[in-house]
């Protein structure tokens, strides 16, 4: 089993990805000292399509609007998967403020989509990352590990 990790960002959430066992997990703009970012984000990869259709309707923005990555990364990973990345734009690699992240993770925490099995404790990791980032004003992305 290859255990490098392979991460994908802006190319955004599909179906295809989320079966293949994907995790979503939070980079920071910079490192905190004393903050562990590691996450599961399994279910957040799995239930997904839910949450956003529940961000929308709360009026907040949608998870996999988040994600980001380097382009150089995503023409690597593009490549690897055999795709020829030569002829495709990648948008640079964008950082969002920790209070969006947490308007977002806070509304679907209290909706019935955060009772899926493990979006709850996701949920709670992504609270308690942004929430350092916010103390500490750090940006921050999601990426995918595949």
Do not use: N
Request: hydrophobic share 40%; charged share 25%; with cysteine.
């Amino acid at each position: 089993m290859d255990t490098t990790r392979r991460s994908l960002g802006s190319l955004g959430h599909t179906t295809r990805i989320a079966k293949m066992g994907a995790a979503y997990f939070i980079v920071l703009e910079r490192k905190i000292d004393g903050v562990d970012t590691g996450m599961d984000g399994k279910s957040l990869s799995r239930d997904m399509e839910t949450l956003d259709d529940a961000a929308r309707q709360l009026g907040v923005r949608p998870l996999s609007e988040f994600f980001s990555a380097d382009p150089a990364q995503l023409a690597e990973f593009m490549e690897g998967e055999g795709a020829d990345a030569g002829g495709v734009e990648l948008p640079p690699l964008q950082q969002f403020t920790a209070q969006d992240g947490l308007a977002t993770v806070r509304a679907l925490a209290a909706h019935a989509a955060a009772q899926a099995d493990g979006v709850a404790q996701d949920l709670r990791e992504c609270e308690r990352i942004l929430s350092a980032a916010a103390q500490q004003g750090v940006g921050w992305h999601f990426e995918i590990d595949i």
